[in-house]
Antibody, heavy 119, light 109 residues
Framework: QVRLQESGPGLVKPSGTLSLTCIVS??????????WTWVRQPPGKGLEWIGE???????NYNPSLESRVTMSVDTSKNEFSLKLSSVTGADTAVYYC???????????WGQGSLVTVSS | EIVLTQSPGALSLSPGEGATLSCRAS???????LAWYQQRPGQAPRLLIF???NRATDIPDRFSGSGSGTDFTLTISRLEPEDFATYYC??????????FGQGTRLEIK
């Protein structure tokens, strides 16, 4: 059974960089032919797709965040990462990592990691 | 960017009743890439339906999806207490960005 687990600081200062890692267990990231995805949810609000990375490093980002987002994958550690720069209070949210597989949607999700942007 | 609009925003029903949730797209969406998710409070979303009408693994058959083009529907027959949650539709292909609808909150009457 594939499991995903987010890890990273729960508090980031304004103008700083948010960094999260998603550790994948129960299956290999490499050669999985899957899209490894980040989604966020501000408190009390809906879901926002941040972007995705393929196991070969190809990425797609939400145009509204593209200038501040960087995703990477480390197949040796079986994990993938998100960096979001120049954060403000509007970036406070629960951040989820998920696995997408073509036409089958986001079938596996991490439990979510709350990141608060505050001084 | 394709915008997904879900209606109603909230729905109050009783256990045992049926529910019909709508997801309307601002442009045509390929049925191959329309999903529905359920999110209970404090939990991560869970995939219910992919490719508009295919149930994900272990999803009860009281959940069904239908639709094409710009109009999609999630139907829940015979509501169970655990079904009261928020539901989101999402377009996830063939080209990004992959937007979510704003959600429909299903409440116990």
């Amino acid at each position: 059974q594939v499991r995903l687990q987010e890890s990273g600081p729960g508090l980031v200062k304004p103008s700083g960089t948010l960094s999260l890692t998603c550790i994948v267990s129960g299956g290999s990231i490499s050669r999985a032919s899957k899209w490894w995805t980040w989604v966020r949810q501000p408190p009390g609000k809906g879901l926002e797709w941040i972007g995705e990375i393929y196991d070969n490093g190809s990425t797609n980002y939400n145009p509204s965040l593209e200038s501040r987002v960087t995703m990477s994958v480390d197949t040796s550690k079986n994990e993938f990462s998100l960096k979001l720069s120049s954060v403000t209070g509007a970036d406070t949210a629960v951040y989820y990592c998920a696995r997408g597989s073509g036409a089958a949607g986001l079938g596996y999700w991490g439990q979510g990691s709350l990141v608060t942007v505050s001084s | 960017e394709i915008v997904l609009t879900q209606s109603p925003g909230a729905l109050s029903l009783s256990p045992g009743e049926g529910a019909t949730l709508s997801c309307r797209a601002s442009q045509r969406v390929s049925s191959s890439y329309l999903a529905w998710y359920q999110q209970r409070p404090g939990q991560a979303p869970r995939l219910l339906i992919f490719a508009a009408s295919n149930r994900a693994t272990d999803i009860p058959d009281r959940f069904s999806g239908s639709g094409s083009g710009t109009d999609f529907t999630l139907t829940i027959s015979r509501l169970e207490p655990e079904d009261f949650a928020t539901y989101y539709c999402q377009r996830y292909g063939p080209s990004p960005p992959y937007t979510f609808g704003q959600g429909t909150r299903l409440e116990i009457k």
